[in-house]
């Protein structure tokens, strides 16, 4: 079993930045493929970056040269550094993580969840 607890959420103006974190409760999540997904009202949730066991990243079109996704094994800690904000990624987000496959960027593929944290940009 592995919990997920999001914070660093919280509201930013345009041009701004947040960084988010995921403290993990899992003794081998190191092994673990990890994501941060997000979703706003009345839309799908999309996947915004993944890492994989190897440390090796992967982002959303619509966030990728912004974000920079990171973890420390030491901490147990997943991150999500999001630069240059825009109104248009205001949502919650959320991590997850599961055994790594070839969707690592699709919801289906992750089995926990951690409650989200809410982020907003305001214009």
């Known amino acids: 079993q592995i919990e997920l607890v999001e914070s660093g959420g919280g509201s930013v103006q345009a041009g701004g930045s947040l960084r988010l974190a995921c403290a993990v409760s899992a003794y081998t999540w190191s092994r673990y493929c990890m994501a941060w997904f997000r979703q706003a009202p009345g839309k799908e949730r999309e996947g915004v970056a993944s890492?994989?066991?190897?440390?090796?990243?992967s982002y959303g079109i619509s966030v990728k040269g912004r974000f920079t996704i990171s973890k420390d094994n030491a901490k147990n800690t997943l991150y999500l550094q999001m630069n240059f904000l825009k109104p248009e990624d205001t949502a919650m987000y959320y991590c997850?993580?599961?055994?790594?496959?070839?969707?690592?960027?699709?919801?289906?593929?992750?089995?926990?969840w951690g409650q989200g944290t809410q982020v907003t940009v305001s214009p």
């Open positions: 890492i994989d066991s190897d440390g090796r990243s």
């Open positions: 997850a993580a599961d055994s790594c496959s070839a969707w690592a960027l699709r919801a289906f593929a992750y089995n926990y």
